[in-house]
Structure formats: structure tokens, C-alpha cells
């Protein structure tokens, strides 16, 4: 039997089974529970696919079963171009079916009229697909694999065939069926039926669009509200991102080290967490607040409470980004155009000015752009600062939740919010294929960087020093305005925060009672950060090795595709999945599944990037030798490249492990009583004005993350250095004293 | 090419049936056929971009013809993956897999291949003896010399005995010195072991030292195929000529052919030599720079030269003769000086190291 067969044989026997054994639709009690054994097979809740065709009614699940057979028949048809076109064949309908019966045919029968007209009425509906459908999808994935694999495509490798249909079909499922949903969803009607009022009536609401701020008396609507404040937020990280870098990098300030601890913190700190520590010095009782008052007799304002204390917080949280991507882009620009630039006559300011400041424009902009939808995209912190002054992501917040529950508005703001980010990353990747200099090349570059200017030294300094002290006192407020009993009114040290949120107590019966608040949604965290994390990896590293190593029709689209997700914002995202998967054929709102599923695709690009640079430091012909030592393609993957990408790989596990205890935009929509998770519930006590155990919980969080980035960076460390060694033992054993130079 | 010859069917042949391969809009290679019996060792020799390198990789099968077949050992690989086909390769950068010893660097085949590890230990084992290294397995490639990487990437490919060796310009990475062992090493394992090689370089002498037949490639297309000593002798076009062992092409007159032997006409000189398919008429001649010979002109000669440079190489001079028109470059090993430049000389041919061009 060979290789072909056995895997075509375990393919079809997972399909079948899958038919006939596994319950096809959704078990409403978790499928892990196994609750659904108790009745198995008989109840139609739980009843396999074959079961529901003949005493359930639903006829039309006899389809799939028919185009499996498809794959069966090619199992033993020997002729190899018909038997590849027969997997193929039955591979794309059986999709094109699941797709369209999951569609057509909702809770109570046909989904559209059109359908109810031609068939007649369906004397039952289905719920949401289950084990068996999803297996079944899968199992016709890998049929139209294996037919295009022996057909030659990808040079007959099914599992790179394989990987990539899969991709597709899981980025379809999850990013682009979401936001067309969405975008259905805003010309939708409660019921589902078509209905373009609320469309028009929220894309004209003056709400959104009004200018009165330029032309009159009155605010301007929440969209330009919300651009004006990404232009602002991404000129001010800019501007301090390259101060910082250059002061990093440029001079002989003192605390350079400590300067580049500042580019983790945007990772490890919850996004609201910086407005916390906003109100905590500034708010109507905080500690500066109250200071000034009490020196100056000024009444306490609510000044931070709007555009100005979101803008505040926002610079402080995207300043370390473009910190990040700025040092990058200032060491990159290459010593030796400084110095040419200097014997040719021009004195540091015009060396500055002329050459390396033209040199740094690509990445100036690049960071623009990352903070401009950074700023866009946040949600944390106008949540905490915005008050009535929202931007859209919390004005599409509001718009589910509570009173308003519109979400055909909410849609309409996700829409328009996903038309500004997208325009701007369209922008960042035009602009940066259109000016590239790349000025790092693989040969070493010797020489030493230009100082800065005098003058340009002092004002960058000016501006480093007193923002860096600004940034360590919102940290350490951060840090210990947990032991305070209530701000600015009874500023006495106190431990109650934590033991609210964190008390263990003994049951009973001898167990241990996680008694404290905080208990419930940390561990849910805790477990959901580390069930995606490995698969962000996977995910993530798979795509760019398949975006870097093989080359199909399509690749740029599919490469394209894939980093757009990352200009969707986390609010757009939350509204998407809630729109997408609260009805059948896919419902998995309030589940785990979809909190882990929304951070895999949102922390994947991440991956996908650091994966595709790693992978173009390593030789293509280390593949290709493993190939024609008998590995399959998989083979390779996991004895050659994955042992070679291993930093790549715990970047990329850390990251994301990281970001799903962080991020807060899309999750506040996914939450459910039975999955919280920190963030959310952080931001409950906020409302709730329970500062104390919301930042006693944030600040445990930040500890915990510096732990889990530490702990890695050890492993990590150490590993390298011994390779290194061992790389280095070579040229310094040869001993050649007559080459040493003469002292 | 006989397609029909029993030896094509045998285990280690190769037959290319028609193979086309376009990237894109660019046809690398148009339409190529040719075969390799078993047991020998066959060069693909051309300048860069000549296709060669994409027609090893298409037989290891890390490219697919865009149409045609490829046959090894009588079966039909066309569709088949780079892994399950019975060939093994050598590459140019060698691709030893950094993070495993040399000895899992060898046994890394084997175990794909389905052994036991044990088992496939002790064959590696047994492969690095192969080409010298036994003792050497728990080194990491970057502890090794790059001749002994070269034999671990040598040794990494034949311990799957496989059908087919190829090897992608295996000598390129190596010191001029080390360049000669390693070729002499490959072409005595080859000849020991008996396995089918094809082996790829741009370096005619490469390829005239190691092979039993030499494919030239020229834009895709096969400009010649033929044992070493007939592309040498008997270059079917100036290409040829002046690839493989560099000559001056020049255009005579064939005067008579007789009983196999020509006459020719170079500007006055009179020359005899094998006639090929020659036929009365113009025709090109190939003059190897070695084939020339030059003396101080005394009284008159048949054809006369002017010289218009020199250089003394120690072991040989190096001329440009102006002679009927046409700047020739002419070596002489002979002589203790070399003649002075713009000095009139007598130009004469050897029979050895000239040949009429076929077409």
C-alpha cells in the first residue's frame, strides 16, 4: 500500500465516521462534556448525520454523505488522472454543499424566501454544526488536497497542499466571514430580513459625521472626533519615538539600557491600564489634582475625563511602539552615508538634516501609521477616560451593550472605523514598497554614527527625560496604587485590595477555595492564553512558511489577506464574531472556543511576520536537501525548519500568550458569565469605580507577565550563547600567531 | 538517443522525454530529451542561466516540468515528489543541516527512509568511513573544514544508495587545490560504487576531468552531447569550440576531401586534417591556442602574423597575433622568451588542436 492510499484510507475513514458516528449538529452542553452519550444515538440533538436523515428528516444530509461516496468510488479507481479528478470533485462540493445547506437552511427551515418558493417548506430546521459536520468540512478540505496533490500541484506535496486549503479555509472562516457578516448585519433587520433603513439612517446620523466644531457652536461628530485623535496620538508617539530612539542611540545618555526596557512595556501592560493610572494622578481626586487644589486653591476639574486624557494616554502607551520601530529604522541608516556626508564638508546639523533624516522618512512614517491605527483601534483606555466623549470603538461598545442595542449602528461604526484603518495600512504598505532604502544590507558596515547636533541633542534630551519620568511614576502608580485604601480621600497603605481579589481560603472538606474575586476570570485566562498561544504559533509560523517557501497562485493575496486582519480593529473584530457566530450554521458565542479562536487570528500576523523574517535568514536549500533525503514536507517542517526557528517560535508563543491576557477590544464582546476573562473583568470594576482591586489586578498581571517574558528570554538566552560558542570555537582554532598583529 | 536500448530500462537510467519548463512567462527550458545509461557519469556543462542547474533540480523533483516526462530507472517520476524519488543530491552550499552532528547530518535519510535509528546510525556510520570521516559524526558542520563538509553532504547522499546521485556544482565552495582532490575522490567512489551521477558545473575542465559524457546546455536547448575527447575534437558549433578548452574560430576553404581526410585553405596555409562531414566549400575551423605555432620570421612563409601583444607566464606565453584580418590568441609552451610585440612572425598549425566545425 502506498503513501497515497494509506493517507486517502484515513481520510475517508475519518469522514465516515464522521457520518456516521459523530453527532452531526451542535451539542448545547459542550460537546467535551459528554453529556450527549446519555440518549446517543436516538435524540436528534445528538444523532449522527446518518440517524438524522432517516428519522429526523433531514433529507438533505443524505448530499454529503453521496459526494463522500465520491471519494470512496476514487479510493479504488487506479487510473491516476481520473482518480485525482475524482477527489477533487468531491472535495469542492462536498464544501460548496456544507457551505450552502449551512447557510440555506437556519434554526426553523429555509433562511430565504426565494429557497422556500422553489423546495416548499422544510417541515424542520437544524441547529448549529457540531463534531460531525465540522469533521466532515475537514474531511472534504483534505480530499481536495489529495486530488490536487497527486495532479502535481505544489510539486505533489499534500501536506503543503493540505496546510494551505486548510488556511484558507480557517481565515475565511474567521476573518472574512465575520466582516461580511457584519456588513450584512448592517443592512439587516432583527429577524434577518433585508432592511436598508437602518443603513442609511445611521451613515447620515450627524452624530457621526457633523462638523460643528469647524463651522459653529456644538462637537463634531464621533468619526472625525476619532481621526482627529489618531492624527494627533500618532504625531505625538512619533515625534517622542524618535527622540527616545535617538537618545538611544545617538548620544551618551546614561540610562540607555533602562531606555529599551521601555519598548516591553506596551506588551505587557493591559491597554486601559495606563488610563487608570491617568485618573489615579490626575482625576478629580487624585494625587496631583488634589496637590495643585490644595496649593492653589483651583477647583478640581474633570479636564482628563475626554479628548485631552485619552490623547495623554495614548502617546504614553504608543510611545514605547514607535520607540520600538524607530530604533530599528535609526540604527538601520548606514554609518558610512554619514560619514561620506561629512567629508564632504557638511557640518552635523546639515548632515542630520539632509541625509540622515531623508534616510529615516520611510520609517517615520511606517511608525505614524502603526500608532495611527493603533490610536484607531484602542479601546481601553477612552472605555476608562472617554466619559460621554467617545471615540467609535467604545461608541460601537455602546451601541450593543446596553439601552441602545442597535447593532445595525454598531455595524455601520465598525464599517466605517474598518474603512479608516484599512486606508491607512493600504497607505503603509503602498508607501513602503514604493520607498525602501534599505540600507542594511548583509555585508558589515563599519564606521560609527554622527553625534546629533547640538541643539537638536538638547531638545531631544528635553523631551526624553522629563516623559521618561513621567512613564516610570504612571508605572509606579501602577504598581502600588493597589496598596492605597481609597485615592486622594483616605490615602492610607492598605493590603485589602489584594486579599479582595486574591484570598485563599481552605474549604471544608480540606480543598482549597479560591475565595478571592479575582480567582474565576484569572484562571479562565490563564487557560485560554495557554491553549492559544501554541496554536498562534503553529498558525502563525505554518503560514509563513508557506508564504515564504512556496510559491502558488495567489500568494500575495493570501499574504495580504492575512496582514490585513491585523488592521481590523479588536472592537471590529468582537462586533464581527458576535454578528457571525451567534446564529447557525457556526454559533459559538459564550463558549471558550471563541475567545481562543479571536486571539489565534488576531495575534497570527504577529507570528506570521517574525516567522517570514526568520525564515529568510534560513537557506532554502536546507529544505530542499531534507526533501531529497526522503522527508516529507511535514518531516522537514518539524526536524529542520521548526529546530532552526526555535527564537522565532518562542517569540511568537510568548507574544501571543501575552497579548491574550492583555488585550481587551475585541474579548469585552466574547466574555461570557462562564468564560471571564481578566481584562473584562477589569474594566467591570472600573465602572463599578472599585480602582483599588482594578489596579491590584492589573498590576499582579504585569508581574506575572514580566515572570512568564523573563523566564523565556533566560531559556532563549542560553541557548543561543551556546551555539554561538560553538560557532566561534572554528575560527579561533586554527592558531596562526604570524597573522596576529604586531602590538 | 535509442530509446528502445534494453539499458534504459535498468535501474539508474534516466530518460527525458520532451520536457518543458516555463516560470511564468519565461521558458527556461523549451523541449529537452536526452538519456543516461546506467552506471555512468554524465555532466550538464553550460554558462550560468543555461538551464542545467533547473534540470537537475526537475530530476530530483524539486521543480515539475511544465510538460513532458522524466524516467528513472524505467519508471515514470514525472508527478512523483522530490521524496519519494530514488535519486539523492548534493548541493552547491552542501545544506548541512546546522543543529544535528555530522553523523545525524548522514543518518537523517536513512531514518526518513524508515529505519530504525540504531540501525540507520551504524550505516551513517558506515558512509562516513565512505569518504574518510570515520570518527568525526559528533561534530557539528560548523566544526568541520569545508572540504569535510563537502564529504558529509557526499556521504549524506550515497548512504541511500539510490538510483541517481546528482550533484549541484559540488566544487564550487572549495579552494582551487582541494578542488582537484575532491573531483578525483567523487569520480573514484563513482567508478567503485558503480551508481548513475550527473553532475553539474560551469567549469569545463570540471567536467572534461570527471565525466563519461558531457551535456552541453546553451539558452535551455542541448548545443552538443558526447564522451569528453569528442567535444574536444570535434566541436559541432564555434559555441562548443571555444567552451570547452577555448579556441580561436576562423573561416577557411575546404579544397578536397580524400579518403576521410580534408584539405584545407587557411589564408594561405595548407592544411590537412580529418574530415568529419566536411564537404568542399567555406567552412570554420577551430584552432585551439596550443595548435599555433610562431617563429621569427625569416625569408617568406605561407601565412604571416604580426604580434600585437605578450605575456610571459612562466610556464607558457600568452599571444594576440594579428593574422588575415583576425586577432588570434596563441599559447606557446615551448619557448624560453617570448617573442617581441609588433615584431612579424610565421604562423603555422599542429594537426592536433585544430578541427573543421560540423555545420
Same mark, same amino acid.
Given at each position: 500500500?502506498?503513501?497515497?492510499?494509506?493517507?486517502?484510507?484515513?481520510?475517508?475513514?475519518?469522514?465516515?465516521?464522521?457520518?456516521?458516528?459523530?453527532?452531526?449538529?451542535?451539542?448545547?452542553?459542550?460537546?467535551?462534556?459528554?453529556?450527549?452519550?446519555?440518549?446517543?444515538?436516538?435524540?436528534?440533538?445528538?444523532?449522527?448525520?446518518?440517524?438524522?436523515?432517516?428519522?429526523?428528516?433531514?433529507?438533505?444530509?443524505?448530499?454529503?454523505?453521496?459526494?463522500?461516496?465520491?471519494?470512496?468510488?476514487?479510493?479504488?479507481?487506479?487510473?491516476?488522472?481520473?482518480?485525482?479528478?475524482?477527489?477533487?470533485?468531491?472535495?469542492?462540493?462536498?464544501?460548496?454543499?456544507?457551505?450552502?445547506?449551512?447557510?440555506?437552511?437556519?434554526?426553523?427551515?429555509?433562511?430565504?424566501?426565494?429557497?422556500?418558493?422553489?423546495?416548499?417548506?422544510?417541515?424542520?430546521?437544524?441547529?448549529?454544526?457540531?463534531?460531525?459536520?465540522?469533521?466532515?468540512?475537514?474531511?472534504?478540505?483534505?480530499?481536495?488536497?489529495?486530488?490536487?496533490?497527486?495532479?502535481?500541484?505544489?510539486?505533489?506535496?499534500?501536506?503543503?497542499?493540505?496546510?494551505?486549503?486548510?488556511?484558507?479555509?480557517?481565515?475565511?472562516?474567521?476573518?472574512?466571514?465575520?466582516?461580511?457578516?457584519?456588513?450584512?448585519?448592517?443592512?439587516?433587520?432583527?429577524?434577518?430580513?433585508?432592511?436598508?433603513?437602518?443603513?442609511?439612517?445611521?451613515?447620515?446620523?450627524?452624530?457621526?459625521?457633523?462638523?460643528?466644531?469647524?463651522?459653529?457652536?456644538?462637537?463634531?461628530?464621533?468619526?472625525?472626533?476619532?481621526?482627529?485623535?489618531?492624527?494627533?496620538?500618532?504625531?505625538?508617539?512619533?515625534?517622542?519615538?524618535?527622540?527616545?530612539?535617538?537618545?538611544?542611540?545617538?548620544?551618551?545618555?546614561?540610562?540607555?539600557?533602562?531606555?529599551?526596557?521601555?519598548?516591553?512595556?506596551?506588551?505587557?501592560?493591559?491597554?486601559?491600564?495606563?488610563?487608570?493610572?491617568?485618573?489615579?494622578?490626575?482625576?478629580?481626586?487624585?494625587?496631583?489634582?488634589?496637590?495643585?487644589?490644595?496649593?492653589?486653591?483651583?477647583?478640581?476639574?474633570?479636564?482628563?475625563?475626554?479628548?485631552?486624557?485619552?490623547?495623554?494616554?495614548?502617546?504614553?502607551?504608543?510611545?514605547?511602539?514607535?520607540?520600538?520601530?524607530?530604533?530599528?529604522?535609526?540604527?538601520?541608516?548606514?554609518?558610512?552615508?554619514?560619514?561620506?556626508?561629512?567629508?564632504?564638508?557638511?557640518?552635523?546639523?546639515?548632515?542630520?538634516?539632509?541625509?540622515?533624516?531623508?534616510?529615516?522618512?520611510?520609517?517615520?512614517?511606517?511608525?505614524?501609521?502603526?500608532?495611527?491605527?493603533?490610536?484607531?483601534?484602542?479601546?481601553?483606555?477612552?472605555?476608562?477616560?472617554?466619559?460621554?466623549?467617545?471615540? @467609535? &470603538?467604545?461608541?460601537? !461598545?455602546?451601541? /450593543?451593550? *446596553?439601552?441602545?442595542?442597535?447593532? %445595525?449602528? #454598531? +455595524?455601520?461604526?465598525?464599517?466605517?472605523?474598518?474603512?479608516?484603518?484599512?486606508?491607512?495600512?493600504?497607505?503603509?504598505?503602498?508607501? @513602503? &514598497?514604493?520607498?525602501? !532604502?534599505?540600507? /542594511?544590507? *548583509?555585508?558589515?558596515?563599519?564606521? %560609527?554614527? #554622527? +553625534?546629533?547636533?547640538?541643539?537638536?541633542?538638547?531638545?531631544?534630551?528635553?523631551?526624553?527625560?522629563?516623559?521618561?519620568?513621567?512613564? @516610570?511614576?504612571?508605572?509606579?502608580?501602577?504598581?502600588?496604587? *493597589?496598596?492605597?485604601?481609597?485615592?486622594?480621600?483616605?490615602?492610607?497603605?492598605?493590603?485589602?485590595?489584594?486579599?479582595?481579589?486574591?484570598?485563599?481560603?481552605?474549604?471544608?472538606?480540606?480543598?482549597?477555595?479560591?475565595?478571592?474575586?479575582?480567582?474565576?476570570?484569572?484562571?479562565?485566562?490563564?487557560?485560554?492564553?495557554?491553549?492559544?498561544?501554541?496554536?498562534?504559533?503553529?498558525?502563525?509560523?505554518?503560514?509563513?512558511?508557506?508564504?515564504?517557501?512556496?510559491?502558488?497562485?495567489?500568494?500575495?493575496?493570501?499574504?495580504?489577506?492575512?496582514?490585513?486582519?491585523?488592521?481590523?480593529?479588536?472592537?471590529?473584530?468582537?462586533?464581527?464574531?458576535?454578528?457571525?457566530?451567534?446564529?447557525?450554521?457556526?454559533?459559538?458565542?459564550?463558549?471558550?472556543?471563541?475567545?481562543?479562536?479571536?486571539?489565534?487570528?488576531?495575534?497570527?500576523?504577529?507570528?506570521?511576520?517574525?516567522?517570514?523574517?526568520?525564515?529568510?535568514?534560513?537557506?532554502?536549500?536546507?529544505?530542499?536537501?531534507?526533501?531529497?533525503?526522503?522527508?516529507?514536507?511535514?518531516?522537514?517542517?518539524?526536524?529542520?525548519?521548526?529546530?532552526?526557528?526555535?527564537?522565532?517560535?518562542?517569540?511568537?508563543?510568548?507574544?501571543?500568550?501575552?497579548?491574550?491576557?492583555?488585550?481587551?477590544?475585541?474579548?469585552?464582546?466574547?466574555?461570557?458569565?462562564?468564560?471571564?476573562?481578566?481584562?473584562?473583568?477589569?474594566?467591570?470594576?472600573?465602572?463599578?469605580?472599585?480602582?483599588?482591586?482594578?489596579?491590584?489586578?492589573?498590576?499582579?498581571?504585569?508581574?506575572?507577565?514580566?515572570?512568564?517574558?523573563?523566564?523565556?528570554?533566560?531559556?532563549?538566552?542560553?541557548?543561543?550563547?551556546?551555539?554561538?560558542?560553538?560557532?566561534?570555537?572554528?575560527?579561533?582554532?586554527?592558531?596562526?600567531?604570524?597573522?596576529?598583529?604586531?602590538? | 538517443?535509442?530509446?528502445?536500448?534494453?539499458?534504459?530500462?535498468?535501474?539508474?537510467?534516466?530518460?527525458?522525454?520532451?520536457?518543458?519548463?516555463?516560470?511564468?512567462?519565461?521558458?527556461?527550458?523549451?523541449?529537452?530529451?536526452?538519456?543516461?545509461?546506467?552506471?555512468?557519469?554524465?555532466?550538464?556543462?553550460?554558462?550560468?542561466?543555461?538551464?542545467?542547474?533547473?534540470?537537475?533540480?526537475?530530476?530530483?523533483?524539486?521543480?515539475?516540468?511544465?510538460?513532458?516526462?522524466?524516467?528513472?530507472?524505467?519508471?515514470?517520476?514525472?508527478?512523483?515528489?522530490?521524496?519519494?524519488?530514488?535519486?539523492?543530491?548534493?548541493?552547491?552550499?552542501?545544506?548541512?543541516?546546522?543543529?544535528?552532528?555530522?553523523?545525524?547530518?548522514?543518518?537523517?535519510?536513512?531514518?526518513?527512509?524508515?529505519?530504525?535509528?540504531?540501525?540507520?546510525?551504524?550505516?551513517?556510520?558506515?558512509?562516513?568511513?565512505?569518504?574518510?570521516?570515520?570518527?568525526?559524526?559528533?561534530?557539528?558542520?560548523?566544526?568541520?573544514?569545508?572540504?569535510?563538509?563537502?564529504?558529509?553532504?557526499?556521504?549524506?547522499?550515497?548512504?541511500?544508495?539510490?538510483?541517481?546521485?546528482?550533484?549541484?556544482?559540488?566544487?564550487?565552495?572549495?579552494?582551487?587545490?582541494?578542488?582537484?582532490?575532491?573531483?578525483?575522490?567523487?569520480?573514484?567512489?563513482?567508478?567503485?560504487?558503480?551508481?548513475?551521477?550527473?553532475?553539474?558545473?560551469?567549469?569545463?575542465?570540471?567536467?572534461?576531468?570527471?565525466?563519461?559524457?558531457?551535456?552541453?546546455?546553451?539558452?535551455?536547448?542541448?548545443?552538443?552531447?558526447?564522451?569528453?575527447?569528442?567535444?574536444?575534437?570535434?566541436?559541432?558549433?564555434?559555441?562548443?569550440?571555444?567552451?570547452?578548452?577555448?579556441?580561436?574560430?576562423?573561416?577557411?576553404?575546404?579544397?578536397?576531401?580524400?579518403?576521410?581526410?580534408?584539405?584545407?585553405?587557411?589564408?594561405?596555409?595548407?592544411?590537412?586534417?580529418?574530415?568529419?562531414?566536411?564537404?568542399?566549400?567555406?567552412?570554420?575551423?577551430?584552432?585551439?591556442?596550443?595548435?599555433?605555432?610562431?617563429?621569427?620570421?625569416?625569408?617568406?612563409?605561407?601565412?604571416?602574423?604580426?604580434?600585437?601583444?605578450?605575456?610571459?607566464?612562466?610556464?607558457?606565453?600568452?599571444?594576440?597575433?594579428?593574422?588575415?584580418?583576425?586577432?588570434?590568441?596563441?599559447?606557446?609552451?615551448?619557448?624560453?622568451?617570448?617573442?617581441?610585440?609588433?615584431?612579424?612572425?610565421?604562423?603555422?598549425?599542429?594537426?592536433?588542436?585544430?578541427?573543421?566545425?560540423?555545420?
Amino acid at each position: 500500500m502506498t503513501g497515497t492510499d494509506r493517507r486517502l484510507n484515513i481520510a475517508l475513514v475519518a469522514g465516515f465516521a464522521a457520518l456516521l458516528l459523530l453527532p452531526w449538529y451542535r451539542i448545547d452542553g459542550g460537546f467535551y462534556g459528554f453529556g450527549w452519550l446519555q440518549g446517543y444515538p436516538g435524540k436528534p440533538a445528538s444523532a449522527p448525520a446518518i440517524l438524522q436523515v432517516f428519522q429526523h428528516g433531514r433529507w438533505w444530509l443524505a448530499i454529503a454523505a453521496a459526494l463522500m461516496g465520491i471519494g470512496l468510488a476514487a479510493r479504488f479507481t487506479r487510473e491516476p488522472s481520473r482518480r485525482a479528478r475524482l477527489l477533487i470533485l468531491s472535495g469542492v462540493l462536498g464544501l460548496v454543499f456544507l457551505t450552502f445547506e449551512g447557510l440555506a437552511i437556519g434554526f426553523s427551515g429555509w433562511s430565504w424566501g426565494v429557497l422556500e418558493r422553489l423546495f416548499g417548506s422544510l417541515g424542520d430546521g437544524q441547529p448549529s454544526m457540531g463534531a460531525g459536520a465540522v469533521v466532515t468540512g475537514f474531511t472534504f478540505i483534505l480530499l481536495l488536497s489529495f486530488g490536487l496533490a497527486e495532479r502535481g500541484a505544489m510539486k505533489g506535496d499534500a501536506f503543503i497542499v493540505g496546510s494551505i486549503a486548510t488556511l484558507i479555509a480557517l481565515v475565511t472562516i474567521f476573518v472574512f466571514y465575520p466582516v461580511l457578516s457584519m456588513f450584512a448585519g448592517a443592512f439587516q433587520d432583527f429577524d434577518g430580513s433585508f432592511k436598508p433603513d437602518g443603513f442609511f439612517h445611521n451613515i447620515a446620523d450627524p452624530s457621526i459625521w457633523s462638523l460643528d466644531c469647524v463651522i459653529g457652536a456644538g462637537r463634531c461628530g464621533v468619526a472625525w472626533r476619532t481621526l482627529w485623535l489618531a492624527i494627533l496620538t500618532a504625531s505625538g508617539a512619533t515625534l517622542l519615538g524618535l527622540s527616545f530612539a535617538l537618545v538611544a542611540t545617538r548620544t551618551r545618555f546614561p540610562f540607555k539600557k533602562g531606555l529599551r526596557l521601555l519598548t516591553i512595556l506596551p506588551i505587557i501592560t493591559p491597554p486601559f491600564v495606563i488610563g487608570l493610572a491617568l485618573i489615579l494622578l490626575f482625576g478629580r481626586s487624585g494625587v496631583v489634582t488634589q496637590l495643585v487644589s490644595d496649593l492653589l486653591g483651583i477647583e478640581p476639574g474633570r479636564w482628563l475625563y475626554g479628548m485631552t486624557g485619552i490623547w495623554i494616554a495614548q502617546v504614553l502607551s504608543f510611545t514605547p511602539i514607535s520607540f520600538l520601530v524607530l530604533i530599528g529604522v535609526v540604527e538601520g541608516v548606514s554609518p558610512s552615508m554619514e560619514e561620506a556626508s561629512q567629508t564632504l564638508r557638511a557640518d552635523r546639523w546639515r548632515t542630520f538634516r539632509r541625509v540622515s533624516l531623508p534616510l529615516m522618512a520611510p520609517g517615520l512614517a511606517n511608525a505614524f501609521l502603526i500608532a495611527f491605527i493603533e490610536s484607531m483601534a484602542d479601546f481601553g483606555n477612552p472605555m476608562v477616560l472617554g466619559g460621554s466623549h467617545g471615540v @467609535l &470603538s467604545t461608541e460601537i !461598545f455602546f451601541a /450593543v451593550v *446596553g439601552s441602545q442595542n442597535d447593532p %445595525a449602528r #454598531a +455595524a455601520v461604526l465598525a464599517m466605517i472605523l474598518l474603512v479608516f484603518t484599512m486606508t491607512a495600512f493600504i497607505a503603509q504598505r503602498l508607501w @513602503l &514598497s514604493g520607498k525602501n !532604502f534599505a540600507t /542594511v544590507t *548583509g555585508k558589515g558596515d563599519s564606521g %560609527a554614527h #554622527a +553625534a546629533l547636533p547640538r541643539g537638536l541633542s538638547f531638545a531631544v534630551h528635553g523631551l526624553v527625560i522629563p516623559w521618561g519620568i513621567f512613564t @516610570l511614576v504612571v508605572y509606579v502608580m501602577i504598581l502600588f496604587g *493597589g496598596f492605597v485604601r481609597t485615592w486622594g480621600l483616605d490615602n492610607t497603605l492598605t493590603v485589602e485590595h489584594y486579599v479582595k481579589a486574591f484570598s485563599i481560603g481552605l474549604r471544608d472538606n480540606g480543598g482549597i477555595a479560591w475565595s478571592g474575586v479575582a480567582w474565576d476570570s484569572f484562571w479562565t485566562t490563564m487557560e485560554i492564553a495557554l491553549i492559544s498561544a501554541p496554536l498562534t504559533a503553529v498558525v502563525g509560523l505554518l503560514t509563513a512558511y508557506i508564504i515564504v517557501r512556496q510559491k502558488f497562485a495567489g500568494r500575495g493575496l493570501f499574504e495580504f489577506a492575512l496582514m490585513m486582519s491585523f488592521a481590523i480593529p479588536g472592537t471590529v473584530i468582537g462586533i464581527s464574531y458576535i454578528m457571525a457566530f451567534n446564529l447557525p450554521p457556526l454559533e459559538m458565542t459564550g463558549t471558550a472556543l471563541i475567545l481562543v479562536m479571536c486571539f489565534v487570528f488576531r495575534n497570527m500576523p504577529v507570528g506570521v511576520r517574525g516567522g517570514v523574517a526568520a525564515m529568510s535568514q534560513i537557506d532554502k536549500s536546507l529544505d530542499e536537501a531534507s526533501l531529497t533525503l526522503r522527508a516529507d514536507s511535514f518531516r522537514t517542517v518539524r526536524r529542520v525548519v521548526a529546530p532552526l526557528l526555535r527564537p522565532a517560535i518562542t517569540a511568537a508563543l510568548v507574544y501571543s500568550f501575552v497579548r491574550a491576557i492583555t488585550s481587551i477590544s475585541a474579548v469585552i464582546f466574547l466574555v461570557s458569565a462562564q468564560y471571564n476573562m481578566s481584562t473584562a473583568y477589569i474594566v467591570g470594576l472600573v465602572e463599578n469605580g472599585e480602582y483599588g482591586v482594578a489596579i491590584a489586578y492589573s498590576s499582579a498581571l504585569i508581574v506575572i507577565m514580566v515572570t512568564v517574558i523573563a523566564a523565556f528570554q533566560l531559556l532563549v538566552g542560553e541557548r543561543r550563547l551556546r551555539r554561538e560558542n560553538r560557532v566561534q570555537s572554528r575560527p579561533a582554532s586554527p592558531a596562526l600567531p604570524g597573522q596576529e598583529k604586531p602590538v | 538517443m535509442n530509446p528502445a536500448s534494453p539499458a534504459l530500462n535498468q535501474p539508474g537510467s534516466v530518460i527525458f522525454e520532451n520536457v518543458r519548463k516555463s516560470f511564468g512567462v519565461f521558458t527556461a527550458i523549451p523541449d529537452l530529451s536526452f538519456t543516461i545509461e546506467p552506471g555512468t557519469l554524465v555532466t550538464l556543462l553550460g554558462p550560468s542561466g543555461c538551464g542545467k542547474t533547473t534540470t537537475l533540480r526537475m530530476l530530483a523533483g524539486l521543480e515539475h516540468p511544465t510538460s513532458g516526462r522524466i524516467l528513472i530507472g524505467g519508471k515514470d517520476v514525472t508527478l512523483l515528489p522530490a521524496n519519494e524519488r530514488d535519486v539523492s543530491m548534493v548541493f552547491q552550499s552542501y545544506a548541512l543541516f546546522p543543529h544535528m552532528s555530522a553523523l545525524d547530518n548522514v543518518a537523517y535519510g536513512l531514518e526518513s527512509s524508515g529505519l530504525k535509528r540504531k540501525e540507520a546510525r551504524e550505516k551513517a556510520e558506515d558512509g562516513l568511513a565512505l569518504v574518510g570521516l570515520a570518527g568525526m559524526g559528533a561534530r557539528l558542520p560548523a566544526e568541520l573544514s569545508g572540504g569535510q563538509q563537502q564529504r558529509v553532504a557526499v556521504a549524506r547522499a550515497l548512504v541511500l544508495e539510490p538510483q541517481v546521485l546528482l550533484l549541484d556544482e559540488p566544487l564550487s565552495n572549495l579552494d582551487a587545490r582541494l578542488r582537484r582532490r575532491v573531483r578525483s575522490e567523487i569520480r573514484d567512489l563513482q567508478q567503485r560504487l558503480g551508481f548513475t551521477a550527473v553532475y553539474v558545473t560551469h567549469d569545463q575542465e570540471e567536467a572534461l576531468a570527471v565525466s563519461d559524457r558531457i551535456v552541453v546546455m546553451k539558452e535551455g536547448v542541448i548545443a552538443q552531447q558526447g564522451a569528453p575527447h569528442e567535444l574536444y575534437e570535434s566541436p559541432a558549433s564555434p559555441f562548443i569550440a571555444d567552451f570547452i578548452g577555448e579556441a580561436n574560430v576562423v573561416d577557411c576553404v575546404v579544397e578536397s576531401v580524400e579518403a576521410g581526410r580534408a584539405t584545407i585553405n587557411y589564408a594561405g596555409l595548407v592544411q590537412s586534417l580529418p574530415a568529419r562531414a566536411a564537404r568542399p566549400g567555406p567552412a570554420r575551423l577551430a584552432i585551439r591556442p596550443g595548435a599555433i605555432t610562431l617563429s621569427p620570421l625569416a625569408g617568406d612563409a605561407p601565412l604571416k602574423g604580426r604580434i600585437t601583444s605578450a605575456a610571459y607566464l612562466g610556464g607558457h606565453v600568452e599571444y594576440e597575433v594579428e593574422v588575415a584580418g583576425a586577432t588570434l590568441f596563441v599559447t606557446d609552451a615551448s619557448a624560453a622568451i617570448a617573442l617581441p610585440p609588433r615584431s612579424e612572425v610565421a604562423v603555422g598549425l599542429r594537426e592536433r588542436g585544430i578541427a573543421l566545425i560540423a555545420g
